[in-house]
């Protein structure tokens, strides 16, 4: 098991690299968000150990709060969901036009990209929530503006947000069936869920 989140996350980049290599048009985009999402990995010490202690390479995150796994990880999941939806429902992007972005709610764009990070900095200063808590609430609330923001991609964000869904039920579930004690080894479950076990 001291491998398990390692050899994960080396899963999620080979599924990526697969998407990358059998999809030529999604591959700009897939790189370019994916060096953005890989950024979230300096989060980690946010969530450890208040959220989980994951094995990891070197004993990293148990020594520093970070580890190699979690960029490996965020680049991965962050190229393949940013293409997920048209990988599953094939669609070509259409930029908005000039004047569809003088529209009240598209001048909201630029917010709603730091919502997510308003929200979760202003929950963890005023609540005594766990940083799992304020990073779900601050999502589900950037979702929220962006549906405001952009009405006509609601069945698209909805879907989306199913379908990563999905994905991730399957990732989690197959890392349990090879590890079934994963989450009580690493998760901190009595702070998280008030279970002791």
Known sequence: MKYAW?????????????????KPGFRREMRKISWYTMLFGFTEPLFVPEYWAPPSLFDLAERTGFDIESFVFSFAIGGVGVVLYRLVFPANLVALQAHEKQHEQHRLHRFILFLPVAVFLGLAFLTGLNPIYHGVIALFLGALATLYCRPDLKSKIW??????????????????????????????????TGITG
């Open 159 to 192: 879907i989306g947000g199913l379908l990563f869904l999905g994905l991730y039920a399957v990732y989690f579930g197959s890392l349990l069936l090879v590890f079934p004690q994963f989450v009580d080894s690493h998760w901190n479950l009595a702070v998280l």
């Open 6 to 22: 390692f050899i994960w996350s080396l899963i999620a980049l080979v599924f990526w690299g697969f998407v990358f290599w059998r």
